[in-house]
């Protein structure tokens, strides 16, 4: 079983799934970074890119959004689906044209330097159902039961649902939690769907481009949505505003869920109760100890993100092939959670310690599904490369963990690292030289950390009095305190 703990305050919404007394997963909100995932906006087309097949919709926000010609639902198809069944697709510039106003939905939120992706097929999610108005099919989730059950489920649906000349039409994906509901739980949230779709054509027809016309759910509402389920002990929030508006919310919508709802009214903030924010602080970690005494090492990048497996001063098993085998055992189940922690999407390689034996190999590729099946993200596993490496995908929907809380080092400026007070001597010396070359001043002044005009003085000083010789001017030398290793100034006096 799993608890649910929700930490509100006006500003930032934290949500905690812990298991078995450990975080499993972390998702946090802040009020004014809301994620843009499942908003629907009235955009307006702003340039068409036919090289790329593309075109950046100006949807209201600071950078335009990006939409696929993949994404462009037209006449009850989309190119993507044209081009699967045969049909040539159609070029974008004859689908869109600048100017023309589109309503569109966020598919993928804004990540880095990259605007948000859009789609023209709108969805819309309810408890049960995700409604496609643009749609007429009946969509089964793969995960509800036999193929038999899932026959008899788009049999009822379709009765439920109508022929559009009765006014009904549009069309819908059953959830996983749709199994077991009831025909009228079906037709109420049926009804819901196709009602939140009417606010939503009536906003588009009378409001400008760049106009928001529908936002998804908070993150404390899509708990009860998206994230309890029969594992689901507890949702407890220490919020008595926010406890009674989900109650509401649950018991419209997720009457079940709501049962298992509780106001937290304990004197330790409700986080503490299970070490939350000291596993946050390490979700933020580049090393990852394990318990054996082995540890993780994880790098994230731009472009893929890479996990170091190490033994470490675990030493516990009979033989060496026995410890590297424990300890990459171990070390599958971290990863899957860290994955799961720090939300981290996009390509992730993975260097277990090398192991020479197959049944090892295939014990920890086996250890290591079975833990990411637990993942609500979809992600794709390969197997073991030539060089030794597990190849992986896990889709990226939204900012990762490190970059919704954390900003590059001013210092280091993301490297991670800086130079040493003697190669910013080094090219201190340089500048002068460049200087000196261009300009004729009585005096080079140098403004340097104390640390780096520590060495000028000291272990430079042979070369620095050297160099002056060379250029015919004095140097002085001048230590700011408040100045980082790698920042100086060369005054020309």
């Known amino acids: 079983m799993e608890d649910i703990l929700i930490n509100w305050s006006p500003q930032e919404t934290r949500v905690a799934i812990v298991e078995n007394g450990a975080v499993q997963e972390l998702h946090i909100e802040r009020t004014l970074e809301r994620g843009l995932v499942g908003n629907v906006y009235s955009g307006k087309v702003a340039r068409v890119l036919p090289g790329m097949q593309s075109a950046f919709i100006d949807i209201g926000l600071e950078r335009a959004a990006f939409l696929h010609v993949a994404d462009l639902h037209v006449n009850g198809a ?32 804004p990540i880095g330097s990259k605007g948000a992706r859009l789609s023209t097929q ?28 899932r026959e008899q489920l788009r049999a009822r649906m379709q009765a439920l649902v109508g022929k559009p000349e009765d006014g009904g039409g549009g069309g819908f994906i059953l959830r996983t939690n749709a199994e077991d509901a009831s025909d009228e739980e079906l037709a109420a949230d049926i009804a819901y769907l196709r009602k939140t779709w009417a606010t939503i054509r009536e906003r588009a027809h009378r409001s400008p481009p760049g106009s928001l016309l529908h936002q998804d759910l908070s993150l404390v509402e899509r708990v009860l949505r998206d994230l309890s389920s029969e594992r689901t002990g507890s949702i407890r929030i220490d919020s008595k505003m926010q406890f009674e508006v989900l109650h509401a919310f649950g018991e419209v919508f997720m009457p079940a869920a709501t049962t298992k709802l509780e106001h937290y009214r304990g004197e330790r903030p409700i986080f503490d109760l299970h070490n939350i924010d000291a596993e946050l602080d390490r979700a933020l970690a580049r090393r990852v100890d394990l318990k054996s005494g082995g540890y993780l090492i994880i790098d994230q990048t731009e472009a893929m993100t890479t996990i170091d497996v190490n033994t470490g001063g675990f030493v516990g098993a009979r033989n060496f092939d026995d410890t590297i085998f424990k300890t990459n055992l171990e070390a599958a189940g971290a990863i899957a959670r860290q ?17 020479t034996r197959e049944e090892h190999k295939s014990a920890v590729l086996g250890e290591f599904k079975k833990q990411l099946a637990k993942d609500r993200t979809k992600v794709t596993v390969g197997g073991f490369t030539q060089l030794g490496l597990v190849e992986m995908t896990r889709k990226r929907t939204r900012e990762s ?13 993301g490297r991670g690292q800086i130079k040493t007070a003697r190669s910013v001597c080094y090219d201190i010396m340089r500048e002068i030289l460049r200087e000196a070359r261009q300009f004729s001043p009585k005096e080079f002044r140098v403004v340097a950390a104390a640390n780096v005009v520590e060495m000028l003085l000291d272990e430079e000083s042979q070369h620095l009095a050297g160099l002056s010789d060379f250029i015919g001017k004095p140097i002085s030398l001048t230590a700011e305190p408040t100045n980082q290793t790698e920042h100086y100034d060369i005054v020309l006096l």
């Open 78 to 109: 989309t190119p993507r689906n044209q081009h699967a069944e045969g049909h040539v697709a159609t070029p974008i510039e004859r689908l869109v044209f600048e100017g023309q106003a589109l309503t569109v939905q966020v598919i993928k939120d």
């Open 122 to 149: 709108i969805s819309i999610a309810g408890r049960m159902l995700v409604f496609l108005p643009q749609d007429e099919h009946i969509g089964i989730s793969q995960k509800i039961g036999s193929p038999e059950a």
């Open 339 to 355: 994955l799961r922690l720090r939300n981290l999407g996009g390509i992730i390689i993975v260097d277990f310690i090398d192991m």
């Open 401 to 413: 963990l490190a970059r919704m809380l954390c900003e590059p080092c001013p210092t280091c400026e």
